[in-house]
């Protein structure tokens, strides 16, 4: 069983943006949901849901950006 980074996908109230991918990216993101589908049993019927969660999970481990904002939330108490 793979060790993927995403779990089940909370259903939240969305904000709407649209963005562009490379053909390439796309597939891998049907296919990333695919085999998501398959290791949590919970059927992902829009691959996009996928994408919000994913640059979440990015984002809360970059520890460079951790660092900066920490850096900008201290420099804005003063």
Known sequence: MAKLKLGLIADD?????????????????????????RETGQPIPDPQKLVAPMLARFMATDRAFARARRRNQTAGEG
């Open 13 to 37: 109230k969305p904000v709407k943006l649209t963005v562009e991918f490379p053909a390439p990216v796309h597939r891998d993101l049907l296919a990333y949901a695919a085999v998501l589908a």
